[in-house]
């Protein structure tokens, strides 16, 4: 089995995922579209949604000892189980939940900037705003020196050697993102881990995962981060909640929790059983797809191998969508396209692809594929969510960010390439 191209899901498999999302082919107002912002905000799964919603009818606490407290409670404490067991790979740490992922990301940052000695920081160039300005903002109020480690525009990615290259005896915190949220390029966490430990052990290495958690398996005990950080909306759930793994080091420092609760208890008030019982259901989703591959009844197990097999299917997509067929050009092929960090190999990328088409804003290309009914994200140089990440990977004037997902087909693919070859040759 060669798995360097991906691997593809049999037509009947991708209709029966996309079945379990809602409005996966059209808009319940624009009418039939292809929804290629699952970056921006992924696909919903109808189970994650359902179940949100099921649990918010009920008025009870789950924090009471009668029968729907205790129920709605069970949510909290397994979904909590799963979440570090399962998602994270984590064998000890603890979790932090907020209403969004960014804000746990600036609580990790001040939380170990509070309490870990140095004189700097180091994060990278490529990063989210949410995790550069945490890092900013902190490195400011504590009279800390930001140093920012620049990209391979070739690869898009970090590399090790770079961020090595900042650390010191010194360092407090290095912060750097799994994968670009524009390029798709997957960082080489394991590399620089390794790279930056070897100059000092006990440094703390925190990494956002929001991009990067739809399509591999976060691993935090392998890797050995002190926190991650995702955003169930992105990973087909739901809005209105954030998650963090922290590792046992970084849960003992003091932070803001109800005294008289366990120390690596993170919640202040009562958690929202929904948001636990939503995540479960894309746990149960992810399995499912296992199960089509391996005989097993361990949980843990299937969700490895359906989110290997997921992995593999937008592998297979992304090179799909950058060689296309003879009769249909892929975007390599396409005259007038260019293709931010795009390698030869597609091993190392997420299913997300940031192009430009000559001779056009990236803001008016964004516009015509909408026009035509395809949903992207134009990340333009003026946004501050993109400026300082796009002219990083060499891309002045912007990109647009074209990211399908693991239940879209070869014939989605082939429909926005034949809408991209429309625009290219106008």
Request: overall charge negative; glycine content about 8%.
């Given at each position: 089995m060669n798995e360097t191209k991906g691997i593809l899901f049999d037509s009947v498999l991708v209709q029966e995922l996309k079945n379990q999302f809602f409005m996966p082919n059209e808009d319940p107002r624009d009418g039939e579209r292809l929804f290629f912002d699952n970056s921006g905000g992924s696909l919903r799964l109808q189970k994650a949604?359902?179940?949100?919603?099921?649990?918010?009818?009920?008025?009870?606490?789950?924090?009471?000892d009668h029968e729907r407290g205790l129920t709605l409670k069970a949510y909290v404490q397994e979904g909590t189980k799963e979440l570090l067991d399962i998602v994270f790979n984590a064998k000890s740490g603890a979790l932090m939940s907020e209403l969004t992922a960014s804000q746990c990301m600036f609580?990790?940052?001040?939380?170990?900037?509070?309490?870990?000695?140095?004189?700097?920081?180091?994060?990278?160039?490529?990063?989210?705003?949410?995790?550069?300005?945490?890092?900013?903002f902190h490195c400011k109020k504590h009279g800390r020196e930001l140093?920012?480690?620049?990209?391979?525009?070739?690869?898009?990615?970090?590399?090790?050697?770079?961020?090595?290259?900042?650390?010191?005896?010194?360092?407090?915190?290095?912060?750097?993102?799994?994968?670009?949220?524009?390029?798709?390029?997957?960082?080489?966490?394991?590399?620089?881990?390794?790279?930056?430990?070897a100059i000092k052990p006990d440094i703390y290495i925190i990494s956002d995962a929001v991009q990067h958690a739809p399509h591999m398996i976060m691993d935090v005990e392998t890797l050995g981060l002190d926190a991650m950080n995702f955003a169930p909306y992105k990973f087909f759930s739901v809005r209105g909640c954030g998650f963090a793994y922290v590792s046992d080091r970084v849960a003992h420092m003091p932070h803001h929790k109800i005294i008289a609760k366990d120390p690596k208890v993170f919640e202040l008030g009562t958690p929202a059983p929904g948001n636990f019982a939503a995540m479960m259901a894309v746990v149960d989703y992810v399995c499912s797809i296992g199960k089509k591959f391996i005989a097993s009844e361990n949980r843990k197990e299937l969700y490895y191998?359906?989110?290997?097999?997921?992995?593999?299917?937008?592998?297979?997509?992304?090179?799909?969508?950058?060689?296309?067929?003879?009769?249909?050009?892929?975007?390599?092929?396409?005259?007038?396209?260019?293709?931010?960090?795009?390698?030869?190999?597609?091993?190392?990328?997420?299913?997300?692809a940031g192009i430009r088409i000559e001779g056009m804003d990236v803001i008016e290309l964004g516009e015509e594929y909408q026009r035509r009914g395809v949903t992207t994200a134009a990340r333009a140089a003026t946004s501050i969510y993109s400026k300082r990440i796009v002219e990083a990977l060499g891309a002045d004037k912007g990109l647009v960010r074209v990211s399908p997902m693991h239940c879209h087909g070869t014939e989605d693919i082939d429909k926005f390439l034949n809408i991209t070859k429309e625009i290219a040759t106008r």
């Amino acid at each position: 089995m060669n798995e360097t191209k991906g691997i593809l899901f049999d037509s009947v498999l991708v209709q029966e995922l996309k079945n379990q999302f809602f409005m996966p082919n059209e808009d319940p107002r624009d009418g039939e579209r292809l929804f290629f912002d699952n970056s921006g905000g992924s696909l919903r799964l109808q189970k994650a949604v359902e179940v949100k919603a099921d649990l918010e009818r009920y008025p009870d606490c789950p924090e009471r000892d009668h029968e729907r407290g205790l129920t709605l409670k069970a949510y909290v404490q397994e979904g909590t189980k799963e979440l570090l067991d399962i998602v994270f790979n984590a064998k000890s740490g603890a979790l932090m939940s907020e209403l969004t992922a960014s804000q746990c990301m600036f609580q990790i940052v001040d939380l170990i900037m509070d309490n870990v000695e140095g004189t700097n920081a180091v994060v990278s160039v490529l990063e989210h705003p949410s995790a550069f300005d945490a890092m900013q903002f902190h490195c400011k109020k504590h009279g800390r020196e930001l140093r920012v480690a620049q990209a391979n525009k070739e690869t898009g990615r970090i590399d090790p050697d770079e961020v090595a290259r900042l650390v010191d005896q010194n360092t407090c915190l290095v912060s750097i993102m799994s994968a670009s949220n524009i390029s798709g390029s997957v960082m080489d966490m394991e590399g620089i881990v390794k790279a930056v430990r070897a100059i000092k052990p006990d440094i703390y290495i925190i990494s956002d995962a929001v991009q990067h958690a739809p399509h591999m398996i976060m691993d935090v005990e392998t890797l050995g981060l002190d926190a991650m950080n995702f955003a169930p909306y992105k990973f087909f759930s739901v809005r209105g909640c954030g998650f963090a793994y922290v590792s046992d080091r970084v849960a003992h420092m003091p932070h803001h929790k109800i005294i008289a609760k366990d120390p690596k208890v993170f919640e202040l008030g009562t958690p929202a059983p929904g948001n636990f019982a939503a995540m479960m259901a894309v746990v149960d989703y992810v399995c499912s797809i296992g199960k089509k591959f391996i005989a097993s009844e361990n949980r843990k197990e299937l969700y490895y191998e359906g989110m290997k097999r997921i992995h593999l299917q937008e592998r297979a997509l992304l090179h799909y969508m950058l060689e296309g067929t003879k009769e249909i050009p892929g975007l390599r092929h396409i005259p007038g396209v260019a293709i931010s960090a795009d390698t030869d190999s597609v091993e190392g990328r997420d299913l997300i692809a940031g192009i430009r088409i000559e001779g056009m804003d990236v803001i008016e290309l964004g516009e015509e594929y909408q026009r035509r009914g395809v949903t992207t994200a134009a990340r333009a140089a003026t946004s501050i969510y993109s400026k300082r990440i796009v002219e990083a990977l060499g891309a002045d004037k912007g990109l647009v960010r074209v990211s399908p997902m693991h239940c879209h087909g070869t014939e989605d693919i082939d429909k926005f390439l034949n809408i991209t070859k429309e625009i290219a040759t106008r």
